[in-house]
């Protein structure tokens, strides 16, 4: 059986992944040397999807920061490139996608997340459920952040129900971004009136006409709506991990690599200096600096990264061309080329220990993490002796200056008080 066309949501504003929505799609942000879009078409090949639609954004467009993933994986892919000029949501998307596509495809195709890394594994297991449309769900603790699946009598999915209240919510299923469809879903879609939501509104009405059967996954499929849930991908990538120590690499004699807990891979022309120790599971990409006296446990540094001496870095991930100096970091994520004078320390829990709220497009949200340090946008400049508060985020080119206590977001700059 001939294995459908996958059209990849690349597209959208993102804007609830500030401060790193400037660096694409969020399936372009790397974890351990390699985009989340990368390892999504790797998967999709592994399994013979090779016929992929990518939906991007002007920017991305321009960019070719899509174009260059693919690119850049070698993969004999067949993709199709599709500019979306406004976010006007999923549905629009999907429209555009299958315009490219012949009647024989659009009589079934996928639609996925540029973030569903274990896209064609899935896929291959809902082909087998039906030729109409085929879901996928995962078990959540928080439906009230989701949209939630109701069940008839026969396991079949009737209907989603969007961040339900809490007490109302009809099953503990979430829906993932990971759907099978035929053409008569897609004529259905064609059908509903545009809007923001008319993707889940088309699926809802022709749930009711004709359920749906699903694939119920019994590992965790994360989601990717805040930058916080980076973490949980960091976590099950530590999991697949091998050891290695490229034989370019120089590891001084007094350095301890520490795999008791997790693997530690060691890039090309990677330094980890004297003194320090690296406790796995640990990720130093290619030509990464690691000074004297420092400690890296559990967390991602991406390519060209600097770290001064005596530096903490803690279950955090560091972006590409990034220089930190003495101090902590700790739970946290660093975009690419960011600047961090000496002496600077995080806290990644309250005084009260409960969990860490995050303002996000000005409204707090719960992070449902009592360990949550600082995001940092691409760019952005810290001096020396700055201190951060939890969960607040400082954005894309901003500047902080020495001596400075933040406490809530930045998006410009942070200038000592007069």
């Known amino acids: 059986m001939a294995k459908p066309t996958v059209i990849i949501i690349a597209g959208g504003a993102n804007s609830r992944f500030f401060p790193f929505q400037t660096l694409g799609h969020k399936g372009a ?8 879009l990368a390892r999504t078409l790797e998967n999709l090949h592994a399994h013979g999807f090779d016929k992929v639609v990518a939906v991007l954004t002007p920017r991305d467009a321009e960019l070719h920061i899509t174009e260059q993933i693919v690119q850049h994986t070698q993969l004999p892919l067949q993709v199709s490139y599709v500019t979306q000029p406004e976010p006007r949501g999923m549905g629009d998307a999907t429209l555009l996608g299958t315009r490219t596509m012949s009647a024989e495809e659009q009589a079934r195709f996928a639609v996925i997340s540029a973030y569903q890394i274990n896209a064609g594994e899935m896929l291959d297991q809902m082909m087998t459920l039906g030729e109409g449309t085929v879901l996928a769900s995962a078990r959540t603790s928080t439906p009230t952040e989701y949209g939630m699946l109701a069940f008839n009598d026969a396991g079949q999915v ?56 699903v694939l119920k996954l019994t590992t965790e499929s994360p989601s990717l709506k805040y930058p916080w849930q980076l973490f949980t991908f960091l976590e099950l990538l530590f999991k697949q991990q091998q050891p290695y120590r490229a034989a370019s690499a120089q590891v001084a004699p007094t ?30 990409g290619d030509n990464v600096i690691v000074g004297d006296f420092v400690l890296v446990r559990q967390s991602s540094l991406e390519k060209n990264v600097e770290v001064g001496g005596f530096l903490e870095i803690a279950r955090s991930i560091i972006g590409t061309g990034t220089h930190l100096h003495s101090g902590y970091v700790g739970d946290s994520i660093i975009g690419p080329n960011v600047r961090i004078g000496a002496g600077f320390v995080n806290a990644n829990k309250r005084i009260d220990r409960k969990s860490i709220g995050v303002k996000v497009k000005g409204k707090m949200i719960d992070s449902g993490r009592t360990q949550l340090g600082m995001l940092v946008g691409e760019n952005a400049k810290i001096g020396i002796h700055v201190s951060v508060m939890p969960g607040k985020c400082i954005g894309q ?13 930045v998006t410009a700059e942070l200038q000592p008080s007069k």
Do not use: M, W
């Open 29 to 36: 942000f790397p974890l351990l040397g390699k985009s989340l």
């Open 158 to 213: 009737v209907n989603i129900v969007e961040k339900p209240a809490v007490g109302t919510e009809p099953s503990d299923q979430k829906i993932l971004t990971i759907y099978l469809f035929a053409q008569s879903f897609l004529e259905q879609l064609k059908s509903t009136p545009a809007a923001e939501y008319n993707f889940e509104t088309a699926l809802s009405l022709q749930l009711q006409r004709q359920p749906a059967p």
């Open 255 to 284: 350095a301890v690599i520490d795999e008791s807990a997790g693997p530690v891979y060691i890039g090309e022309n990677a330094k980890i200096g004297h003194a320090s120790r690296i406790v796995g599971p640990c990720y130093i």
């Open 397 to 409: 080119d901003a500047v902080v200056y020495p001596h400075q206590s933040v406490a809530d977001n």
